[in-house]
């Protein structure tokens, strides 16, 4: 007689197989004759056979498998991984004496076919909405899309790439990062196209139970493993991070029988016979539903149920597709659990990281690894797989999962060292440059950005939270609070005009360093900042207005005034008014402030405010294209001033930051000065724009973005050196029969220009604020000895905004 045996396909590791051995049941592994790093111990498991399993099935295979049938007699065939089940399925369906083996697996591997079998099934539980999607028509149709929805591979396992997108711009996002690597990941492999399913998203719990199918169809179904994903430990994927058992739903029966009664009608779907299955489902509010079904064992599943249960599974399988009796159930003895930690991006292993800690938790047994130093490692949405174990054994289930929660906060792989080092900051909208300095990476950057204004540079530097609208906190507030949760944030900071409110609203929220929200909304309204100034010496009559004759009716009493939107910026809305009648041709829209027009030069004083300490970095002269709209067309920088004139208005404008309570970062307020009177215009709690903190930072060494970051932060940054000793920017003005090419490089001519950027498409329109403007041209001149030439320069009328640029 011989001795009972089974045939094993292509891997096996250890923690699969022990319960085969004690029970007198050979294995006869065919290995794989690829390099993995996942197989069992040779000396105890020695393979009968090898064959290179990515040739398929070929007479060789058939010849060997039918050797072996003979010599040994095996009476059942057994895979535990998903990338020998098709090929196990059709060894079985060649040879006329395993054909009753692995029948109609193929059901499994697709997963819209999977989909399609389920809604045959007269089970509710069953029914999932689910549709196979190409992402071109995703992203034609990004905003008729039924969010939130999951977004998933069609044909592959271990929650690779699987996301829950909830706004088209988290679609987006996934188009261009996850997207792209699940091309190159499933590229070369024959199974897996780059296909997608749209499905509905279950919210819930995430569980599993494993079944042994007979050759006639009876369904055996095993105790439920709970799992934890990465959703519930902080991370933005579904990967397994820890699967335990007994299931917290043991103690309900009938809840717990309804889910088997799932597994086994999942099962029967797809048609399995002579094989086994390990049905996903998630537990809503309302009942279970089903995820997927994988015509082989759950992963570490075998081990986790002998461990708790004491009952083996392999024996289980191999007795199932014998068509033998299985072996009885008991009672768990234990809580157990396995933890896989993924590493938060993508890095070279160097060893675990803490075991002291790790071993310190409550009922930890050992910690093993698949992975060498020097190779790498990432989380699954770079499509890594399990590469670190950690097991535990509690009394019971609740103790257990803490345990295995408590793996999450620990730093494993050495990332908590680099994230002490770069620093979490969060920043709201602006441009490139409020983040390129940080060339060594001392922080990382969160930023909440609109579409339109992102750029390849913030894509590829910054963690990116996109939203339709920055001003609209509440459309982002959660997503932030959920990344303050896992990485605090050191402060939150804006240099753009919309994100200021913003930034100082979530710095409250979160009670990390922020600028002062009562300066911010002091400056933000124009009206606000009137009533501030009222009983000042700089008080300038002013109204807010919404109508034409109210308008008339302070120009009768105070002169020539200029209308403004309350909360408008860069000239747009800004209309001069010299008498009465002036107002007939002046639209007014939404609220508006109109004030007593000031004489004088005009000017802006750039400050920086650290900590509530104010520095004046100096002071800019500024030219405009004066009524109706007031467009500025230059800027010098220093401003050349007598030191009279110069302590007047740093005095002046040290009192205003005091008054407002400005506390961090740089502000940029414009004033006029006539004679001894000093008016000011508005101020606001940002950088100046038209390129003037570039002119601040290349003058004074002082780079505002990093400056006011660093010291938020606590972070040591020292000033560099100034490059320059005078910085000026002209704004031209071209017709539309224009050539850029040649504006350009006559611009670029002259001695002291730097560079220039040019709009060609707004050449010969309007310039009715300063989005309008056609072109710059940046200036500098490098020493004391070039300050005469350098002015001589700008006055000539190349740089004139009606000069040679027409």
């Known amino acids: 007689m011989k001795t009972p045996s089974c045939l094993i396909i292509g891997n096996i590791r250890d923690g699969e197989y022990e319960g085969l051995l004690a029970e007198g049941i050979t294995p006869l592994l065919i290995a794989d004759s690829r390099a993995t790093s996942k197989v069992a111990d040779q000396a105890k498991l020695p393979a009968v056979a090898h064959y290179d399993f990515s040739k398929g099935l070929t007479a060789a295979l058939v010849a060997l498998t039918q050797r072996l049938l003979e010599t040994y007699g095996f009476t059942s065939v057994l895979n535990f991984r998903e990338g020998y089940v098709a090929i196990t399925a059709r060894l079985c369906a060649a040879l006329p004496a395993l054909a009753h083996l692995h029948q109609n697996v193929e059901n499994t591997l697709d997963k819209a076919l999977q989909r399609h079998c389920f809604e045959q099934s007269t089970n509710p539980d069953l029914q999932v909405f689910s549709r196979l999607v190409q992402m071109d028509d995703l992203l034609a149709r990004q905003r008729d899309l039924p969010y939130p929805f999951i977004l998933k591979p069609a044909n592959l396992y271990s929650s690779l790439f699987v996301r829950c997108i909830r706004t088209h711009h988290e679609l987006i996002t996934y188009s261009r990062n996850e997207w792209p690597a699940l091309e190159r990941y499933v590229a070369g492999k024959h199974r897996e196209p780059a296909q997608l399913l749209l499905e509905e998203y279950l ?13 006639d169809g009876a369904v055996n179904s095993f105790p439920i493993v709970d799992v934890i994903t990465g959703m519930e430990i902080g991370r933005s994927d579904f990967h397994h991070f820890a699967r335990y058992t007994p299931s917290l739903l043991e103690p309900h029966a009938l809840l717990k029988e309804r889910c088997h009664r799932l597994a086994r009608d999942a099962v029967a779907a797809l048609g399995l016979k002579g094989t086994f299955a390990h049905v996903e489902f998630i537990l809503t509010e309302q009942r279970p539903k089903i995820l997927e079904v994988g015509a082989r064992p759950g992963g570490n599943r075998i081990h986790v149920i002998r461990q708790a249960w004491h009952l083996p599974l392999d024996v289980c399988y191999h007795r ?10 008991s009672k768990a003895l234990c809580s157990f659990g396995i933890a896989t930690p993924f590493a938060r991006t993508e890095r070279t292993y160097d060893g675990p990281h803490n075991l002291d800690h790790l071993r ?7 910690w093993y690894a698949y992975v060498s130093p ?3 490692i990432g989380p699954v949405s770079s499509g890594f797989q399990n590469y670190l174990y950690a097991e535990f054994h509690q009394p019971d289930t609740a103790r257990l999962r803490e345990s295995l929660a408590a793996v999450a906060d620990l730093d494993l792989y050495g990332e908590s060292a680099e994230a002490v080092q770069a620093k979490q900051v969060l920043l709201i909208g602006g441009r490139d440059s409020s983040l390129d300095w940080d060339t060594a990476q001392r922080f990382h950057f969160t930023l909440v950005q609109q579409p339109e204004q992102l750029t390849d540079y913030q894509r590829e530097h910054a963690t990116l939270v996109m939203t339709d609208d920055i001003t609209q906190v509440c459309g982002y507030r959660d997503a932030i609070e959920q ?3 896992q990485r605090p944030f050191a402060a939150v900071v804006s240099f753009s005009e919309r994100g200021l409110l913003p930034a100082s609203q979530l710095g409250e929220w979160l009670d990390i360093p922020h600028n002062c929200l009562r300066s911010v909304e002091l400056s933000h309204d124009k009206w606000l900042f009137r009533q501030l100034l009222k009983d000042s010496p700089y008080a300038l009559p002013a109204s807010a207005i919404d109508n034409a004759e109210a308008a008339r009716a302070f120009v009768r009493r105070h002169g020539p005034a200029i209308v403004k ?29 109109i004030e ?10 750039e400050s920086l405010s650290l900590d509530g300490q104010h520095q004046i970095l100096g002071i800019t002269r500024k030219y405009t294209r004066g009524a109706p709209g007031y467009v500025e067309t230059g800027h010098d920088f220093p401003a050349v001033l007598d030191d009279a004139r110069r302590e007047q208005i740093e005095q002046a404008v040290r009192w205003l930051l005091e008054c407002l309570g400005n506390r961090w970062g740089p502000a940029h307020t414009e004033i006029k000065v006539d004679g001894q009177h000093l008016h000011f215009i508005e101020t606001q709690t940002r950088f100046g724009g038209d390129q003037i903190w570039e002119m601040v930072w290349k003058t004074t060494g002082i780079h505002l973005a990093a400056s006011t970051i660093t010291a938020m932060t606590g972070t040591p940054w020292p000033a560099s050196a100034p490059e320059y000793v005078q910085m000026a920017i002209r704004y031209i003005e071209a017709s539309a029969a224009t050539d850029p090419a040649q504006l350009r490089a006559h611009l ?7 560079r220039t950027t040019l709009h060609h498409g707004r050449f010969g329109h309007p310039i009715q604020c300063s989005a309008d403007r056609h072109g710059y041209v940046l200036l500098a001149c490098t020493s004391e000895g070039e300050r005469k030439d350098f002015d001589a320069a700008l006055s000539h009328s190349r740089f004139n905004h009606q000069g040679m640029a027409q």
């Open 596 to 605: 007593a027009f000031a004489n004088g030069d005009e000017f802006s004083v």
């Open 203 to 215: 919210q819930g719990s995430n569980h599993s139970i494993d079944c042994a199918i007979s050759p």
């Open 565 to 593: 939107p309350i909360s408008g910026s860069g000239s747009e809305g800004v209309f001069a008014i010299h008498q009465p009648e002036d107002v007939d041709n002046l639209a007014l829209e939404g609220r508006n402030l």
């Open 483 to 485: 990344l303050h949760r």
């Open 748 to 754: 670029l001519q002259h001695p002291f220009a730097l």
């Open 360 to 366: 310190t938790l409550a009922g930890f047994q050992r």
């Open 374 to 376: 020097g190779q790498r």
């Open 320 to 329: 199932a597709l014998s068509a033998q009796a299985l072996p009885e159930a």
